[in-house]
């Protein structure tokens, strides 16, 4: 397959080089030094102390790759814009575009079934509706990452969770297809784990529980998952944090599991602390507003989580990095 992965940071990184050593035609957009470094030496990813390395065309001009069988758009929330901006170049008749971004994504009310309960008002998810004038219905995918990276020398990404690399992905309106069987099998063989998922939907919900608390708290007290998870002077706050994030997203799909004791967590940082500490724009809006306006939709009381999100939009704002 011809794939590209456009935002190729840490996450994105790592599974261009999964993907090329797969035997895929991978192409990346990225920028700046990490760019530079790609195009002299490619890009490598390491795993403990082994380091895979891979060829891959890379460019900041989406034109400069050709058309694609599928894009990977690893970006955060926050640099979407230059997608909407950049992605025309890459799209064949039947380029799908995987959005494999953390928290509410901008098109979750694109294709939405029926019986899920009313959506709140989410246009700040996609402002000036660019991302709706690029990229229509047909094209989209849904994705949700689970892996932890971090670029640690330009051309050079570590993967931090060798046990856990998945990208589950599945159709804005959940209905199965051959272009998502087709690249299941091709993450599957490149060891980016992606089983089957019948909501995609309700898999952003299980993955935003932990985001929306836990990778909130850790930007408010600088530490990492696993720091917050093993603080004693978290050990009461940690579970009703996870019990309000439950009850926002069984509204949305009561098949979502309930959590109120945090599983195994990564001694790592979150991106949202990442971002933060590396003055860049925050995902405030997907992780922290999205969810509260799904709260307020269904009428549920929130206050430890509408708390610790009036203090993550202070942090923000305090350090130019959100404007909302």
Not at 2 to 8: D, T
Not at 176 to 185: C, T
Not at 239 to 267: H, I, K, M, N, W
Request: with cysteine.
């Amino acid at each position: 397959m011809r794939i590209c992965v456009f935002g190729a940071g840490a996450v994105g990184s790592h599974f261009a080089v999964r993907l090329a050593l797969a035997g895929h035609e991978v192409s990346c957009v990225m920028r700046g030094p990490h760019l530079e470094a790609v195009k002299a030496n490619g890009l490598t990813l390491r795993v403990g102390d082994v380091d895979l390395k891979a060829r891959v065309k890379a460019s900041d001009d989406p034109a400069a790759l050709g058309l694609q069988d599928v894009v990977i758009a690893t970006l955060k929330a926050t640099g979407l814009a230059s997608l909407a901006a950049g992605l025309q170049p890459l799209l064949g008749e039947d380029t799908g575009v995987v959005f494999a971004q953390n928290g509410i994504p901008w098109w979750y009310d694109i294709g939405l079934s029926a019986e899920h309960p009313p959506v709140p008002d989410l246009a700040f998810l996609d402002p000036g509706r660019r991302l709706r004038a690029a990229i229509p219905r047909q094209r989209i995918i849904g994705g949700v990452v689970f892996s932890s990276n971090e670029v640690i020398a330009p051309g050079v990404a570590a993967n931090l969770s060798p046990e856990r690399n998945r990208l589950l992905i599945g159709e804005c309106d959940d209905r199965s297809s051959e272009r998502i069987a087709r690249l299941r099998a091709a993450l599957n063989e490149a060891e980016i784990e992606s089983p089957d998922v019948p909501q995609i939907r309700e898999t952003v919900w299980s993955k935003l529980l932990t985001n929306m608390s836990m990778s909130v708290l850790c930007l408010l007290t600088g530490q990492t998952a696993r720091g917050v998870r093993d603080d004693p002077a978290l050990a009461e706050i940690v579970p009703r944090l996870l019990d309000e994030a439950s009850s926002v997203a069984q509204y949305c799909f009561p098949s979502v599991r309930r959590v109120t004791r945090a599983g195994p967590a990564p001694d790592h940082k979150p991106s949202i602390l990442q971002d933060y500490e590396r003055g860049r724009a925050m995902e405030i809006d997907a992780l922290v507003r999205a969810p509260a306006a799904f709260a307020r939709a269904a009428g549920l009381a929130t206050p430890m989580l509408d708390f610790l999100a009036a203090l993550a939009i202070r942090q923000a704002r305090d350090k130019g990095l959100y404007k909302g």
